[in-house]
């Protein structure tokens, strides 16, 4: 099922590999370079600069599980606007889903692309949405960002430091949902203490 | 099959360290414990407040304070709290706008598990996060997971004092609309600031958890007062009061009541006879026939009956142990009164009375009466009567006031500590706010 595809990184020449059928961005390990899958050539979208000052636990191939399921992360893209950055890994699930591990402020939520049918872009501070099969969800933030970062593999171009608009909405019990006003996508997921989730091959850090 | 573990991991990947910025105030270094989850940080040699968001450091506030001797907990240290390290990485003094009461905020930060807080007041702590879950707030109450929660305070909170670093933008003077309301020993507090809202749940901490969390422990000062969300007095202790007052009870029932079955109230002797007061001769006593009384100690009662109107009559009972010539004397009277006073009857006393005789050892007795004195001269008939084994009450009721008094006294306890609680609140319930109106 999944395609092992070996290139070269046009920039430097390291081997680049795309391991799931599903992703099309490729950061070459070595150069930092930001490869997108087209067709049968790779090319380069830019490079993007270390990530200072980070200390997330979670890297490329920490394995955990989310309702009884495993998944690996396979990427990660990072996220900054007005008060600071967040997280959202690429969660390469055993069952062939995908999903994204949200790390914003310290908290740590699962969550998953779903179908919109109101496909009702322009929300307000407050406002209630009703999520078939979730709830019904409020508006908490409008966020203004753009992505600053990737590494490892994503099933998406990044358009690094692009503006975009980001929704988050607030749901019963411990769920959230974003809805990207830009590219009019909705994730639904949860927030999860960071037990649950029973990582392994996390990152070392130090004096910790 | 996933892909190949191996393969995805990084494979120069480092173990992280703090990162280290300047001060571009006085080129001082700056580390911030939390990377950059961190977007503010105080520069530890100048005092200047520093915005670390972005690539380039910005000076937000250059106004230095000096550090309050209330802090207790130092920037850097680490403890052990509901079984995870943390890292005190910030420190802030927040002041009630109106009471100008102070409290204070420690961040803490563990790379896996996020930001919580140790706030301070009066001595009082609280473990603090942020919450998720949906909260539906009105004027008078907190609903969030299931639970009610009771407003205490609500009010304006300042930033007096800052210290360490902070994962949102904060800085001397900033204010935020806060509310509290508790339901023992939590508390849900509310902040908006700028039309965002961010709710959080704290829990009671006993002063001798925080100050064993560290390693060295620390000292910390002794609680003053009632904080709003101090757990209720005795409140694990209320169920091993009841159950030790239903117990009691049982016992204290269970056994009177065997005592007062197996008594066996026996009329051993009687003796009759009249009297007048007032003939210049001494009255007779009466002396009865001898008689057993068996079965080990017990209590006896003189019963007493007299022809009284308007009127008294009194005599000596004596029970003498023939073997051992041993006399147990005692005192008895009737007394009755009656009339009309404005048309309507009254009557005091009875003309039949009971004396009780405690702890008679058995043996062979005889029982004798001599009256002794009446009010007027108009003749009475008597008769008296020796009751052997007959049950006492007086024990039974000073054990169940004994009994009571524990879940009494807990109760009003539990109350004083309550009413201490809402003392400090604008929003008591109605219950609790006798006390408020006498201060």
Same mark, same amino acid.
């Given at each position: 099922?999944?395609?092992?595809?070996?290139?070269? =990184?046009?920039?430097?020449?390291?081997?680049?590999?795309?391991?799931?059928?599903?992703?099309?961005?490729?950061? =070459?390990?070595?150069?930092?370079?930001?490869?997108?899958?087209?067709?049968?050539?790779?090319? %380069?979208?830019?490079?993007?600069?270390?990530?200072?000052?980070?200390?997330?636990?979670?890297?490329?191939?920490?394995?955990?599980?989310?309702?009884?399921?495993?998944?690996?992360?396979?990427?990660?893209?990072?996220? %900054?606007?007005?008060?600071?950055?967040? %997280?959202?890994?690429?969660?390469?699930?055993?069952?062939?889903?995908?999903?994204?591990?949200?790390?914003?402020?310290?908290?740590?939520?699962?969550?998953?692309?779903?179908?919109?049918?109101?496909?009702?872009?322009?929300?307000?501070?407050?406002?209630?949405? %009703?999520?078939?099969?979730?709830?019904?969800?409020?508006?908490?933030?409008?966020?203004?960002?753009?992505?600053?970062?990737?590494?490892?593999?994503?099933?998406?171009?990044?358009?690094?430091?692009?503006?975009?608009?980001?929704?988050?909405?607030?749901?019963?019990?411990?769920?959230?949902?974003?809805?990207?006003?830009?590219?009019?996508?909705?994730?639904?997921?949860?927030?999860?203490?960071?037990?649950?989730?029973?990582?392994?091959?996390?990152?070392?850090?130090?004096?910790? | 099959?996933?892909?190949?573990?191996? @393969?995805?991991?990084?494979?120069?990947?480092?173990?992280?360290?703090?990162?280290?910025?300047?001060?571009?105030?006085?080129?001082?270094?700056?580390?911030?414990? #939390?990377?950059?989850?961190?977007?503010? #940080?105080?520069?530890?040699?100048?005092?200047?407040? *520093?915005?670390?968001?972005?690539?380039?450091?910005?000076?937000?506030?250059?106004?230095?304070?000096?550090?309050?001797?209330?802090?207790?907990?130092?920037?850097?240290?680490?403890?052990?709290?509901?079984?995870?390290?943390?890292?005190?990485?910030?420190?802030?003094?927040?002041?009630?706008? @109106?009471?100008?009461?102070?409290?204070?905020?420690?961040?803490?930060?563990?790379?896996?598990?996020?930001?919580?807080?140790?706030?301070?007041?009066?001595?009082?702590?609280?473990?603090?996060?942020?919450?998720?879950?949906?909260?539906?707030?009105?004027?008078?109450?907190?609903? $969030?997971?299931?639970?009610?929660?009771?407003?205490?305070?609500?009010?304006?909170?300042?930033?007096?004092?800052?210290?360490?670093?902070?994962?949102?933008?904060?800085?001397?003077?900033?204010? $935020?609309?806060?509310?509290?309301?508790?339901?023992?020993?939590?508390? /849900?507090?509310?902040?908006?600031?700028?039309?965002?809202?961010?709710? $959080?749940?704290?829990?009671?901490?006993?002063?001798?958890?925080?100050?064993?969390?560290?390693?060295?422990?620390?000292?910390?000062?002794? #609680?003053?007062?009632?904080?709003?969300?101090?757990?209720? *007095?005795?409140?694990?202790?209320?169920?091993?009061?009841?159950?030790?007052?239903?117990?009691?009870?049982?016992? /204290?029932?269970?056994?009177?009541? +065997?005592?007062?079955?197996?008594?066996?109230?026996?009329?051993?002797?009687?003796?009759?006879?009249?009297?007048?007061?007032?003939? &210049?001769?001494?009255? /007779?006593?009466?002396?009865?026939?001898?008689? !057993?009384?068996?079965?080990?100690?017990?209590?006896?009662?003189?019963?007493?009956?007299?022809?009284?109107?308007?009127?008294? +009559?009194? &005599?000596?009972?004596?029970?003498?142990?023939?073997?051992?010539? !041993?006399?147990?004397?005692?005192?008895?009277?009737?007394?009755?009164?009656?009339?009309?006073?404005? &048309?309507?009857?009254?009557?005091?006393?009875?003309?039949?009375?009971?004396?009780?005789?405690?702890?008679?050892? !058995?043996?062979?007795?005889?029982?004798? +009466?001599?009256?002794?004195?009446?009010?007027?001269?108009?003749?009475?008939? +008597?008769?008296?009567?020796?009751?052997?084994?007959?049950?006492?009450?007086?024990?039974?009721?000073?054990?169940?006031?004994?009994?009571?008094?524990?879940?009494?006294?807990?109760?009003?306890?539990?109350?004083?500590?309550? /009413?201490?609680?809402?003392? !400090?609140?604008?929003?008591?319930? $109605?219950?609790?706010?006798?006390?408020?109106?006498?201060?």
């Amino acid at each position: 099922m999944n395609q092992k595809d070996f290139f070269s =990184c046009p920039a430097c020449g390291a081997e680049v590999r795309f391991q799931t059928s599903v992703t099309v961005t490729s950061v =070459c390990t070595y150069c930092a370079s930001v490869l997108v899958r087209r067709d049968i050539d790779i090319e %380069s979208i830019g490079k993007v600069a270390q990530l200072l000052g980070d200390v997330s636990p979670i890297q490329i191939g920490t394995r955990g599980s989310f309702e009884k399921t495993h998944f690996d992360i396979a990427g990660r893209a990072v996220y %900054s606007w007005s008060e600071g950055f967040w %997280s959202e890994w690429f969660a390469k699930f055993d069952d062939g889903r995908s999903g994204w591990l949200v790390e914003a402020q310290g908290f740590f939520g699962m969550c998953f692309e779903r179908h919109w049918e109101t496909k009702k872009t322009y929300l307000s501070l407050g406002q209630k949405v %009703s999520i078939e099969g979730h709830g019904s969800f409020e508006v908490s933030d409008i966020k203004k960002n753009s992505c600053v970062f990737v590494e490892g593999e994503l099933p998406f171009v990044p358009a690094l430091k692009t503006p975009r608009t980001s929704v988050d909405l607030r749901g019963p019990d411990s769920k959230f949902a974003t809805v990207e006003q830009d590219s009019i996508q909705l994730f639904v997921g949860a927030w999860v203490p960071f037990d649950n989730f029973n990582f392994h091959h996390l990152r070392e850090l130090d004096g910790w | 099959m996933a892909g190949n573990e191996e @393969s995805l991991l990084k494979k120069d990947a480092q173990p992280l360290k703090p990162l280290i910025l300047s001060c571009p105030n006085c080129q001082g270094a700056v580390t911030l414990l #939390a990377g950059n989850k961190s977007l503010v #940080a105080v520069c530890s040699s100048c005092g200047s407040t *520093l915005d670390t968001a972005d690539q380039v450091v910005k000076v937000i506030d250059k106004n230095k304070k000096s550090r309050p001797i209330e802090q207790t907990l130092e920037i850097g240290m680490k403890g052990k709290f509901h079984g995870h390290t943390w890292q005190i990485i910030g420190f802030m003094v927040r002041r009630d706008k @109106s009471s100008h009461f102070k409290w204070r905020e420690y961040l803490l930060f563990n790379p896996r598990h996020g930001f919580r807080f140790l706030t301070e007041a009066e001595g009082h702590w609280n473990w603090v996060v942020q919450l998720h879950v949906e909260v539906v707030d009105s004027r008078t109450d907190a609903q $969030a997971m299931g639970k009610t929660y009771q407003v205490f305070h609500r009010g304006t909170a300042i930033v007096d004092y800052v210290a360490g670093e902070f994962y949102w933008r904060v800085k001397v003077g900033d204010t $935020a609309k806060v509310a509290d309301f508790i339901n023992p020993p939590e508390v /849900l507090s509310k902040e908006v600031t700028d039309g965002e809202k961010v709710w $959080a749940i704290g829990e009671y901490m006993d002063v001798k958890t925080v100050e064993n969390a560290f390693d060295p422990p620390v000292s910390l000062r002794i #609680a003053e007062g009632v904080a709003p969300n101090q757990p209720s *007095l005795l409140q694990n202790d209320m169920s091993k009061i009841w159950t030790a007052f239903f117990l009691g009870m049982a016992v /204290l029932v269970a056994t009177q009541f +065997f005592t007062a079955m197996t008594s066996k109230k026996q009329r051993v002797a009687e003796i009759e006879g009249s009297f007048t007061n007032g003939t &210049g001769q001494p009255a /007779l006593e009466q002396v009865s026939e001898p008689f !057993e009384l068996k079965g080990g100690r017990s209590a006896a009662e003189i019963a007493l009956y007299a022809t009284v109107d308007n009127d008294w +009559f009194s &005599g000596v009972g004596t029970l003498t142990n023939v073997k051992t010539g !041993e006399t147990f004397e005692v005192e008895t009277g009737v007394e009755y009164y009656w009339g009309t006073a404005g &048309g309507e009857p009254w009557s005091e006393g009875d003309n039949r009375s009971t004396t009780t005789l405690y702890s008679i050892p !058995e043996g062979t007795y005889r029982f004798s +009466f001599q009256p002794n004195g009446s009010g007027n001269h108009v003749p009475k008939t +008597f008769r008296v009567a020796l009751i052997w084994d007959v049950t006492l009450w007086a024990n039974f009721w000073y054990g169940v006031i004994a009994v009571a008094l524990l879940p009494l006294i807990a109760g009003w306890r539990r109350q004083a500590h309550e /009413l201490k609680r809402w003392s !400090e609140s604008d929003y008591a319930p $109605a219950w609790a706010k006798g006390m408020e109106d006498e201060e």
